[in-house]
Nanobody, 118 residues
Framework: QVQLVESGGGSVEAGGSLRLSCAASGIISSPNTMGWHRQAPGKQRELVATITSVGSTNYAESVKGRFSISRDNAKNTLYLQMTSLKPEDTAVYYC????????????WGQGTQVTVSE
């Protein structure tokens, strides 16, 4: 019931920045948690960052201090500002939505590629 569409991925050099966006549509219920996950080739999908509908955030240790997650609830849009990018940040980044009440409701976007070169 929640559709997610990521954008903003691309190729950058190490040390550069990118801003990812995720537009959500459908039935957005609160409380909820939205986040970014990523998956590099040959690796498991891992959590990058999450943010609740009231603004509480969590980050993976590997991106702490470099990435910033935010959301605009009025626009139903999630953002990930990535700075000081490293080659190991190269992955497909997926937007995620999780309803935090009632029956489990989880949605995933199709992903957007981020490539960091040296």
């Amino acid at each position: 019931q929640v559709q997610l569409v990521e954008s903003g991925g691309g190729s950058v050099e190490a040390g550069g920045s990118l801003r990812l966006s995720c537009a959500a549509s459908g039935i957005i219920s609160s409380p909820n948690t939205m986040g970014w996950h990523r998956q590099a080739p040959g690796k498991q999908r891992e959590l990058v960052a999450t943010i609740t509908s009231v603004g509480s955030t969590n980050y993976a240790e590997s991106v702490k201090g470099r990435f910033s997650i935010s959301r605009d609830n009025a626009k139903n849009t999630l953002y990930l500002q990535m700075t000081s990018l490293k080659p190991e940040d190269t992955a497909v980044y997926y937007c995620n939505y999780q309803r935090n009440w009632g029956p489990k409701v989880v949605s995933w976007g199709q992903g957007t590629q981020v490539t960091v070169s040296e």
